[in-house]
């Protein structure tokens, strides 16, 4: 029972959760800023509302490589922090190298940007669900009768 419910709730929700996280650096590195003399809180809100929408792109480029890699990390246990943040970050500047935002960047700082961005997806997805790739019970101490 604790596998279905990690498999259908846990990891989705890992899963959407950092690409939330990544498209929000996305955002904030694309150099957003405050109109002046817009309310308090309007760029907030403004700033939530973009990184949502752009969520959902952000998401559909990088579910499949993703699922990918979480299928790999759960089968074979992989748990370890360094690796689901390299595969974020490599998911990342593929995409970018790839053009999928636009026009294949010509300056570093674009890389840098997917790159950071897919580490930051890895690290929020480790931290929710990766911890425990491949977990479906936790087996009790057996102890030894002398």
Not at 2 to 17: G, S
Not at 37 to 65: D, H, N, Q, R, W
Request: glycine residues 12%.
């Amino acid at each position: 029972m604790r596998a279905v419910l990690r498999i259908l709730v846990v990891i989705p929700f890992a899963f959407v959760v950092a690409i939330l996280a990544a498209t929000a650096l996305i955002v904030l590195a694309a150099g957003a800023e405050p109109v002046a003399g817009e309310p308090e809180g309007f760029f907030t809100a403004k700033l939530v509302i973009v990184s949502l929408v752009a969520s959902t792109y952000v998401g559909a480029v990088a579910a499949i490589p993703a699922l990918i890699a979480i299928a790999l990390a759960e089968t074979f246990r992989w748990r370890s922090f360094v690796l689901h943040l390299a595969v974020g970050a490599a998911i990342g500047l593929i995409a970018f190298l790839m053009g999928i935002g636009g026009e294949p960047p010509v300056a570093g700082y674009d890389l840098k940007i997917g790159g950071a961005s897919g580490a930051v997806g890895g690290f929020v997805y480790w931290l929710i669900a990766g911890r425990w790739a491949g977990l479906t019970r936790v087996r009790p101490e057996m102890k030894t009768q002398s």
